[in-house]
């Protein structure tokens, strides 16, 4: 399961929480490979994100980025705290 799944639609940036980005992917081609629309509730919005609706269809261009759950501490010793990039990278 990834922490956060971002899609990209229409220009502007909706979020699902606490989803699996593959199954969100399967859901979007098994609704496009069919032919018909669907509709895909995400949230709107920063801070108190407001529910929204996007409309899944073939042809309408859409982008669907995983976030993953981090594997472990993203500071301390190992990290340069600049770019969040251990420092042997």
Same mark, same amino acid.
């Given at each position: 399961?990834?922490?956060?799944?971002?899609? +990209?639609? %229409? /220009?502007?940036?909706f979020?699902?929480?606490?989803? =699996? &980005?593959? #199954? !969100?992917? #399967? @859901?979007?081609?098994?609704?496009?490979?069919?032919?018909?629309?669907?509709? +895909?509730? !995400? $949230? &709107?919005?920063?801070?108190?994100?407001?529910?929204? =609706? !996007?409309?899944?269809?073939? /042809?309408?261009?859409?982008? !669907?980025? %995983?976030? @993953?759950?981090? @594997?472990?501490? &993203?500071e301390?010793?190992?990290? $340069?705290?600049?770019? /969040?990039a251990? @420092?042997? +990278?």
């Amino acid at each position: 399961m990834t922490k956060q799944v971002e899609i +990209l639609y %229409g /220009g502007e940036r909706f979020t699902l929480a606490r989803t =699996d &980005s593959g #199954q !969100v992917r #399967q @859901d979007i081609l098994a609704a496009v490979s069919s032919g018909t629309a669907m509709w +895909l509730e !995400v $949230n &709107s919005g920063e801070g108190g994100p407001q529910r929204a =609706d !996007v409309l899944i269809a073939p /042809g309408v261009p859409v982008v !669907v980025l %995983g976030i @993953d759950e981090p @594997d472990g501490p &993203s500071e301390g010793p190992g990290w $340069n705290g600049v770019d /969040g990039a251990p @420092d042997d +990278l």
